[in-house]
Each structure stands twice: as C-alpha cells, then as structure tokens.
T-cell receptor
Framework: DSGVTQTPKHLITATGQRVTLRCSPRSGDLSVYWYQQSLDQGLQFLIQYYNGEERAKGNILERFSAQQFPDLHSELNLSSLELGDSALYFC??????????FGSGTRLTVV | GENVEQHPSTLSVQEGDSAVIKCTYSDSASNYFPWYKQELGKGPQLIIDIRSNVGEKKDQRIAVTLNKTAKHFSLHITETQPEDSAVYFCAATTNTGFQKLVFGTGTRLLVSP
C-alpha cells in the first residue's frame, strides 16, 4: 500500500457520459498530480494541485477538469467521454522532496 | 520545457545478466532524476533516484549514473531475476520543489529464467 488511495479501481461507462475519479494523497503530502496512461503508452501529465490551488497544467483536454479540496483529496472529472479516453488514470502525491508516490490507478473503459 | 527520451523501448535478458536503460534530458536546469518500476496492473513505484550533485548511486543490485555534461542518466540492474520483469520509467524535474516530473516513454524489461 503506497498510501495514495484511488477510487474506483475500475470504471466502465458509455460514450458521452461523465465520470469522477477520486484520489486521497499520502498523509502529509500537499501536492497532487494526475497522469494518464493509455495502452502501452507512457505517463502523460494532466494537471497538478498544491494545497488546493492549481499549480501546473499539462496536456489536459478542455473536457477534463480537476480540483483539490480543503482536506487535500482531489477529483478528476472527465466529461463527454470518447472511446479514446479509455486509459489508466494515476494520481500521485508529493511533499516537496521531489519524489512522487503513485496510487494504483483507475482503469477507465469507455464503450 | 523538459523532454526526456528513453531507450531501449524493450529489453530482453537472461536471468543473471545485467540490464542497462538509458535516458537523456533536455533541460539543463533539471537536477532530480528518479526511476520508477511499474508491474502489470499496478502504479509506478519509485525504486531509486539521483540528484545532480552526485554522479552515481547504488542500492543493492540497482545503480543509477548521471552525466550532467552530456545530460544523460542510466539505470543498471545486475544479476537480473524474473521478478525484475516490468516496465521501467525514468523521469526528470527541476530544483524548485513540487515541480512536475517529466517521464520517459518507458522500457519493458523481460528477464527469462
């Protein structure tokens, strides 16, 4: 157990739908990062939050959004889903000493 | 921004052999270089990291070397075992805390018994 909790582990939904992925960071970590990993692909950075505020944005689609709440958990919202959004979505958390701790991911399948 | 290239994409070795994975980075300001191991169905796990003030770091069968001048760093695994089979990612980031990691494209290592 890495200490970073992601729910749900698996999600199957239809095209056009909206889903919310949740991440609880490791205790004491203020920063949350979201990454997308498509089949046999690398880790694509989506967005970063630090203590509730957006810190950096990567290649995140306009259909996607995220937020970090006062208790530091984060949610990634994916809307108007397309088949190509099917992927593993990872959350990682960090506390400023550069190293990330990843969660076990949410596998999203869009049918 | 930072760009990290990783080679090879696939590496097959026999148990007991050594494996080397190489990465290059583009941003000379980067000074933290972690390596992650991702097993099937799991999230990436940090296995070793190196900061720019050292040239080499070892942890049992795993070592990482850094050449700042050439802007490349490598992961060395000695005496490979079947359980080393996984996808390995290198990454780089700059020295300003909480900066996002930029990952390489990954190397699939297969260790055959």
């Amino acid at each position: 157990d890495s200490g970073v909790t992601q729910t749900p582990k698996h999600l199957i939904t239809a095209t056009g739908q909206r889903v919310t992925l949740r991440c609880s960071p490791r205790s004491g970590d203020l920063s949350v990062y979201w990454y997308q990993q498509s089949l046999d692909q690398g880790l694509q950075f989506l967005i970063q939050y630090y203590n509730g505020e957006e810190r950096a944005k990567g290649n995140i689609l306009e259909r996607f959004s995220a937020q970090q709440f006062p208790d530091l958990h984060s949610e990634l919202n994916l809307s108007s889903l397309e088949l190509g959004d099917s992927a593993l979505y990872f959350c990682a958390s960090g506390r400023g000493d550069y190293g990330y701790t990843f969660g076990s991911g949410t596998r999203l399948t869009v049918v | 921004g930072e760009n990290v290239e990783q080679h090879p994409s696939t590496l097959s070795v026999q148990e007991g052999d050594s494996a080397v994975i190489k990465c290059t980075y583009s941003d000379s300001a980067s000074n933290y270089f972690p390596w992650y191991k991702q097993e099937l169905g799991k999230g990436p796990q940090l296995i070793i990291d190196i900061r720019s003030n050292v040239g080499e770091k070892k942890d049992q069968r795993i070592a990482v070397t850094l050449n700042k001048t050439a802007k490349h760093f490598s992961l060395h695994i000695t005496e490979t075992q079947p359980e080393d089979s996984a996808v390995y990612f290198c990454a780089a980031t700059t020295n300003t805390g909480f900066q996002k990691l930029v990952f390489g494209t990954g190397t699939r290592l297969l260790v055959s018994p």
